[in-house]
């Protein structure tokens, strides 16, 4: 089973101010498979980044992703209050289908 | 425009079984179950095609979950049965939007399943 680790587990920062969360797998994953989601407290997730690098549908350019292998990035450029919240990322390969790593949660600094 | 609604909370007794419904507005490809245990990550608990019915489930959930659909009213459902406590968690319905996607861009509301004595 490919694994999903997250980091770091909590980032505060300010607004204005360029995140940069981590996910690294404990295998080689397909890029076609990386996604990136967000998390509000109390909502579903929402569909940031997927094939690694494309932003879905209406997804401000500040978000970005990146990687490759087993390391994936997500860069938020500038951030904006709205985006603290919590990013997972989720990965797929026939063996273990879908896993989604254990979150980063983005603070207010 | 795309909807996934969810039906509503659930508290159920231990080895009781839970039945979750995701009606869907708009094209779906497939539609994938997955929960959130209380402050969490998610775990997949499989896909169900909502033409043809097929199915497939998560290794660690087989023989425990069923996943239906009913056409006429575009609805899936999610059956888990022999509910533990560990089972307590928010249950999410999520679209696939094309074959080979690999995501999920679209998701329902959530229900929260509480399984307690």
């Known amino acids: 089973e490919i694994v999903l680790t997250q980091s770091p587990g909590t980032l505060s920062l300010s607004p204005g101010e360029r995140a940069t969360l981590s996910c690294r797998a404990s295998q080689t994953v397909n890029t076609r498979s990386l996604a990136w989601y967000q998390q509000k407290a109390g909502q579903a997730p929402r569909l940031l980044i997927y094939?690694?690098?494309s932003r879905a549908t209406g997804i401000p350019d500040r978000f970005s992703g990146s990687g490759s292998g087993t390391d994936f990035t997500l860069t938020i450029s500038r951030l904006e209050p709205e985006d603290f919240a919590v990013y997972y990322c989720?990965?797929?390969?026939?063996?273990?289908?879908?896993?989604f790593g254990q979150g980063t949660k983005l603070e207010m600094k | 425009q795309v909807q996934l609604v969810q039906s509503g909370a659930e508290v159920k007794g231990p080895g009781a079984s839970v039945k979750v419904s995701c009606k869907a507005s708009?094209?779906?490809?497939?539609l994938h179950w997955m929960r959130q245990a209380p402050g969490q990550g998610f775990e997949w608990l499989g896909i169900i095609n909502p033409s043809s019915g097929d199915t497939i489930y998560a290794q660690k959930f087989q023989g425990r979950v069923t996943m239906t659909r009913d056409t006429s009213t575009s609805t899936v459902y999610m059956e888990l049965s022999s509910l533990r406590s560990e089972d307590t968690a928010v249950y999410y319905c999520?679209?696939?939007?094309?074959?080979?996607?690999?995501?999920?861009?679209?998701w329902g509301q959530g229900t929260l399943v509480t399984v307690s004595s």
């Open positions: 094939a690694a690098s």
């Open positions: 708009g094209y779906t490809f497939n």
């Open positions: 999520a679209r696939e939007p094309a074959h080979g996607s690999l995501y999920f861009d679209y």
């Open positions: 989720q990965q797929f390969d026939s063996s273990s289908m879908y896993t």
